[in-house]
């Protein structure tokens, strides 16, 4: 059976993010799923009901020194996700993206889910920063949120 939902969230992610049209943007395909998951059990996560995920996040602990790179706009997001290094310690984690279909909206999933991948990230590794790339005002109020909840600096690739 196919989901609805999860239609509807890849159709949200390529209609928001656009990035088909910008090949310097992490494409989320069968390949990519299998190195997130290799960095760490926790880069993605979701809320589901039965049509399947109506809310989901991806986050990236990656390195402080990429990070800056990222911020600092000397390297894209794709190549941040490709050089970020197997079985290591992360001290940075990059707030990639957060979808929440319409209808569920302003209920703070994407907080909760924040939150969650943060809490198990930090298990095992010294995340020192959040860094993030918003495309809306909503992204940059969750970016912060998050920054404020765990008392961590915030840098941004835009600000």
Not at 35 to 44: E, F, N, V, Y
Not at 48 to 70: C, E, S
Not at 85 to 92: I, M, V
Not at 99 to 116: C, D, I, Q, Y
Request: aromatic residues 8%.
């Amino acid at each position: 059976m196919v989901e609805q939902n999860l239609e509807r969230m890849i159709s949200l992610a390529e209609e928001f993010f656009e990035m088909k049209n910008d090949p310097m943007q992490i494409s989320v395909d069968e390949k990519t799923r299998t190195r997130l998951k290799k960095i760490h059990p926790s880069t993605m996560v979701e809320i589901r009901n039965k049509n399947g995920p109506i809310a989901w996040v991806l986050v990236i602990p990656t390195t402080a020194a990429l990070m800056r790179q990222f911020v600092a706009k000397t390297i894209h997001e794709r190549e941040l996700f490709e050089n970020t290094p197997l079985r290591t310690k992360y001290d940075a984690l990059y707030l990639c993206s957060a979808l929440v279909l319409p209808e569920h909206r302003e209920k703070g999933l994407a907080k909760r889910l924040v939150t969650k991948a943060i809490r198990s990230i930090r298990k095992q590794h010294p995340i020192k920063y959040l860094f993030y790339w918003a495309f809306s005002k909503e992204g940059r109020n969750l970016a912060r949120s998050a920054a404020k909840e765990f008392d961590l600096p915030l840098l941004s690739r835009d600000e």
